[in-house]
């Protein structure tokens, strides 16, 4: 298994301009977790999946923002009209839970500027 | 209110220092799960240990070490003989039982000099 793939690695765009990222997580984790990390932050949770089902927002997903995993397998994350505080990397994470394993993987980030 | 509090913003020391990164948490949670996450400057969290509540043993895992005490929600790892490549921001993490989800503190950045 090659853990957790993101694309793109690093997006540049204009504000006003729609940008979505991918998230292969580890083939049998049923957990995928989106996150933002800011400059000098730790990661702040956004949302998660449970298989294809989407089962929490944080207050931070903006109604610009939305997600999705269909098949429970790959998700998007689509920012819709890009502002320039949208700056940030965008983490994935994937857990196998239920099967004993507590601990999430995480890919290695979109980094987006919007500009 | 589910809290992580990392109080050293930055750390330096000289390789082969030993190097002990604090964390203390807040959750209402009667059991829980927390972690400690390397990121280094390429930007992939590493996962490192994780610690469940209802132990409070105290491990070692080669050069890492951590101290877990409930009584003061203390999660503190340690670094042996700190080398140049243990050089990343380091992160505990305490999980949240109500989905999963983990959440941060805000980072210990280790400079370790040759």
């Known amino acids: 298994d090659t853990g957790v793939s993101q694309n793109p690695r690093h997006k540049i765009t204009k504000r006003g301009q729609n940008v979505t990222f991918r998230c292969d997580p580890i083939s049998e984790h049923n957990r995928l977790y989106w996150y933002r990390q800011t400059l000098g932050q730790g990661p702040e949770f956004l949302t998660y999946?449970?298989?294809?089902?989407?089962?929490?927002k944080s207050r931070l997903l903006s109604d610009r923002f939305s997600a999705e995993r269909p098949k429970g397998s790959f998700s998007t994350l689509e920012i819709q009209r890009t502002e320039q505080g949208d700056s940030a990397m965008y983490l994935c994470?994937?857990?196998?839970?239920?099967?004993?394993?507590?601990?999430?993987?995480f890919g290695q980030g979109t980094r987006l500027t919007v500009v | 209110a589910q809290k992580v509090t990392q109080a050293q913003t930055e750390i330096s020391v000289v390789e082969k220092e030993d190097v002990t990164l604090d964390c203390v948490y807040e959750t209402r949670d009667t059991t829980y799960y927390l972690f400690w996450y390397k990121q280094p400057p390429s930007g992939e969290l590493v996962f490192l240990i994780r610690?469940?509540?209802?132990?409070?043993q105290n491990e070692i895992s080669g050069r890492y070490s951590w101290n877990f005490q409930k009584s003061t929600s203390s999660f503190n790892f340690t670094i042996t003989a700190s080398q140049v490549v243990d050089s990343a921001v380091y992160f505990c993490a305490l999980k949240d039982n109500q989905g999963g989800k983990l959440i941060f503190g805000q980072g210990t950045e280790l400079s370790v000099k040759p």
């Open positions: 999946f449970q298989n294809e089902a989407q089962l929490e």
């Open positions: 610690r469940n509540s209802f132990d409070e």
């Open positions: 994470a994937s857990s196998l839970e239920g099967a004993g394993e507590v601990e999430a993987f």
